[in-house]
């Protein structure tokens, strides 16, 4: 069918009409709400409140959806809502990794807010269409979109009962529905979920941007936390922007020669370093699959080692030589030469429902290659970009998906779970075709996927009730926290990285903190006080990519020469200072390195409170499962033996000769056990929260965020 | 295929290539607006900064707001860039310009201009033939992924 007669079909619910208006040094100060139950469309001012605290993006999520909700709001209740927004920067097209939007919502995986930082062109079209924001609650009756044309200056619901959901096929339908031309295209972004956001948790939302070279529609995650199940609760099939007249100063930024200067001289760094460090113009992000190996920090068989003979099968130069068809770099916004984006063309899909069809994967990226392969004991590049493809397609997480699909394999294959149960499919390690099941029937909401899709954390449950399985051994190999699925890293033997994880606000996704190399192999913060000051200063510093449309990439993916003799060369001075400068270069005001670090401090800690007023956020809630500390399994501790052995004596001066394995893993857990409450105490008391994780009346007065409602919801624990 | 071609041991840093250039495109006379760039050689005679042609900056535009036209000049189409500039940040002749007063990048169109205005012969127009062109192009990517 084509997408005339598709058209042809919507019934329009609700339509409004608003003034265009002008950016003001990165803001159009104000928002687009959208309520999906009533029909109802506003604009709503942006304040400068909300400007001064929040400065954008994550943070203006995290306040909208804060005076959304109360503290009994469940996920899948109307009044969740979820916003998208971009920030100041986000736009600005002379900086790399500018055009992020930051998805917020409650998540169904863990009851709380769930933030994600996605590429493609909706956040930034949105904003040059005259929103910071687009706030969306409430739910619809049937299937809608929202379209939003940003030149006419019209914002529209309607029903669409006959486009496709999966989202390879429907980010192509809406954008050739809406585009006028071809040359149009560029102009519009579609955001959409998949058929699985309707039957599991780990719903994710795609966000597209038009790849003028390769005439395709192409796909970036908002992966984390089941965006696309709330986006799929709502009914919403998808959401349309349409904006002509993209241009770099488009944002009316107080001072254009500041963004012009700090963004020549990283192109002109990224073209003169990185085909020497990272390759991320080359493979992206799968550049370090090998590496990750080398140094026993990829995961394998569900966390339990750290590398794999077969790894190599798997390498960057694998997918480079064989599937990666581009011949030149792109990005997921104008402007990045650093240029991650990747792609494989033409890939012949051999099962489910697109079998035979040649498709368009964009990936991998290390993540999707390290849990979709390593950590689930498969190393076949084409199960990698096969499941890819359709985790993006149907709309799941990746991440979540690996690593629940490496949680069930070890309790297949510990007896805990059996071929009854999981409808037939024998799931022990390696086993791709039975994956690619669980993956197809994920989509279909049937048999086993559709038990595995409500993730790690309700499985564990239904284990221990339905199948007597040991709650205990559950809890140490199940990897999740908070109810979110790890990331793909193998914290063990880095106690940093296992704080990095564990006490984050949103679960263990390594965005906040990636510590494993400055504390493991490079040795760099040896103490709890270094560490903790690591575990203040960098998700903190993180923390501000999402404030303002940023991607972490381009600060430290790219190493500038100045490093070499920098005081703090983990911190990347020179390009910390670039993002002082194009901060200010647009918003006109003069902030410093160290009023950086407080925006974010401001936003993170709002966060915690946010968290904490949801029934969460203490500190019982920042444990962690003992497979991300040691070794949990007989296997696991024999197959580094040396290490862990080593490791008793001069640690704990115990010898370990005569002793029975079982006898070692209790003693060494024992011993990283406390050395992570250490590591807790440091942190928290670095952060200005309470030994019960709760941030300090002090904190949030330091921070000015001691608002009413907020001191309400700390003063309990205080 | 056009191309404005140079002997930089004849320069004699006048300048007036420069004023030449930035006096066309931009009804200006100022140094940063030009096209062209002289500077110093290592040598301490005269460095000529200016495009040739190769079109590695083709290829580094995403959106395909750089072309090859019908003579064989790179061009700009300014009405479909959006000011990135990472052709500024790639070209190995570091020949792409740009100006903050501006929101495009600029560049040589190899419209001869300044060979005319220069007293020494320093700079004209010349014909390279296309493969001498692309060659330009490959010596510049060696190294590039």
Not at chain 1, 246 to 252: A, R, S
């Amino acid at each position: 069918m084509n997408v005339k007669e598709m058209l042809k079909e919507h019934k329009l619910l609700a339509e409004f009409r608003y003034e265009l208006g002008q950016i003001e040094r990165g803001y159009t100060n104000r928002s687009l709400y959208v309520n999906l139950s009533e029909h109802r469309i506003e604009s709503k001012p942006v304040t400068e409140m909300m400007k001064e605290k929040f400065i954008g993006g994550k943070g203006f999520g995290l306040w909208y959806l804060w005076n959304a909700v109360t503290s009994e709001t469940k996920w899948n209740d109307p009044e969740n809502e979820i916003i998208i927004s971009s920030g100041p920067l986000g736009g600005i097209t002379q900086y790399p990794g500018a055009g992020k939007s930051l998805v917020v919502t409650l998540s169904p995986l863990t009851g709380l807010v769930i933030d994600s930082n996605v590429g493609g062109y909706f956040g930034p079209l949105l904003k040059f269409s005259g929103w910071d924001a687009l706030e969306i609650q409430g739910k619809a009756d049937k299937d809608v979109i929202i379209f939003i044309d940003g030149n006419e200056g019209t914002v529209r619901i309607e029903e669409t009962p006959l486009e496709a959901t999966d989202s390879h096929i429907l980010g192509e339908q809406l954008t050739e529905m809406y585009a006028e031309s071809e040359e149009d295209k560029r102009n519009i972004s579609v955001v959409t979920a998949g058929s699985a956001g309707d039957h599991t948790l780990i719903g994710l939302l795609n966000f597209t941007f038009y790849d003028v070279r390769r005439k395709a529609v192409r796909l970036k995650q908002a992966g984390r936390g089941g965006i696309g199940t709330v986006f799929r609760d709502k009914k919403i099939k998808a959401l349309v922007v349409r904006f002509r007249g993209v241009k770099g100063d488009l944002n009316h930024p107080a001072d254009i020669s500041k963004i012009n200067k700090a963004g020549i001289k990283l192109h002109k760094e990224i073209n003169k370093f990185d085909a020497v460090q990272n390759r991320m113009r080359q493979i992206g992000t799968a550049n370090i699959i090998e590496v990750m190996n080398e140094y026993d920090l990829l995961p394998v068989h569900n966390y339990k080692f750290g590398s794999h003979p077969d790894a190599d099968k798997i390498a960057s130069n694998v997918f480079v030589e064989k599937y990666i068809t581009q011949g030149l770099p792109d990005g997921c916004w104008y402007g990045c030469s650093l240029s991650c984006a990747k792609a494989a063309d033409k890939f012949e899909i051999k099962t489910g429902p697109y079998k035979g069809q040649l498709v368009t994967v964009d990936g991998p990226e290390y993540e999707n290659a390290a849990g979709l392969g390593a950590n689930c004991g498969i190393f076949d590049p084409e199960y990698i970009l096969e499941s890819n493809f359709y985790c993006d397609t149907y709309g799941i997480d990746t991440i979540s998906f690996g690593t629940i699909t490496a949680f069930v394999m070890e309790c297949y294959e510990s007896g805990i779970i059996n071929k009854e149960i999981t409808g037939g499919l024998a799931l022990y390690f390696g086993n791709a075709d039975a994956a690619m099941e669980l993956l197809h029937q994920m989509a279909r909401g049937e048999g086993f996927g559709k038990i595995a899709g409500q993730g790690i954390r309700r499985m564990k449950k239904l284990f221990i009730e339905q199948y007597g399985a040991d709650p205990d051994f559950l809890q140490d190999i199940g990897m999740e926290q908070k109810g979110l699925e790890y990331s793909e890293y193998l914290p063990k033997e880095s106690l940093a990285q296992q704080g990095g994880y564990g006490l984050t606000n949103k679960g263990p996704q390594h965005d906040e903190a990636w510590l494993i190399f400055m504390d493991m192999v490079n040795n760099q913060i040896p103490t709890f006080e270094d560490k903790a000051e690591a575990l203040h200063y960098f998700p903190m510093f993180r923390t501000w990519f999402g404030l303002n449309g940023l991607c972490k990439l381009p600060w430290n993916d790219i190493i500038p020469e100045s490093n070499a003799t920098a005081d703090e060369p983990a911190k990347i001075p020179e390009h910390v200072q670039n993002y002082v400068d194009i901060f200010n270069g647009v918003t006109g005001k003069n902030i410093d390195k160290e009023e950086l670090i407080l925006q974010s401090e401001r936003v993170y800690n709002f966060q915690r409170v946010f968290n904490i007023r949801m029934g969460h956020g203490k500190r019982e809630d920042d444990k962690i499962p003992y497979r991300s500390a040691g070794p949990v399994t007989v296997e696991e501790y024999e197959s580094r033996q040396e290490r862990y052995d080593r490791q008793l004596i001069e640690l704990l001066n115990y010898n370990p000769e005569g002793k029975a394995t079982e006898e070692k893993i209790k003693v060494l857990r024992k011993y990283r056990e406390e050395q992570y409450e250490k590591l807790v105490d440091a942190v928290y008391k670095r952060r200005g929260w309470t030994n019960n994780g709760i941030p300090k009346l002090e904190t949030l007065q330091k921070l000015g965020i001691d608002f009413p409602e907020v001191v309400e919801v700390v003063k309990p624990y205080l | 295929m056009k191309r404005l071609g140079k002997r930089e041991e004849l320069c004699i840093g006048c300048n007036q290539c420069e004023e030449a250039c930035s006096k066309t495109f931009f009804k200006e006379s100022l140094k940063e607006k030009s096209c062209i760039q002289i500077g110093n050689n290592a040598k301490g005679g005269y460095a000529i900064q200016v495009c040739n042609q190769c079109g590695v900056c083709i290829d580094i535009c995403p959106i395909e707001a750089l072309y090859r036209d019908k003579n064989g000049v790179v061009r700009v189409k300014k009405d479909i860039c959006v000011g990135c500039f990472m052709c500024v940040g790639f070209c190995p002749e570091e020949a792409m310009r740009q100006h903050d007063d501006y929101i495009e990048p600029f560049k040589c169109i190899a419209c001869g201009l300044c060979a005319k205005n220069c007293p020494s012969g320093a700079i004209f127009i010349e014909d390279v033939p296309v493969g001498e062109i692309e060659a330009f192009g490959e010596t510049a990517t060696a190294g590039e992924i």
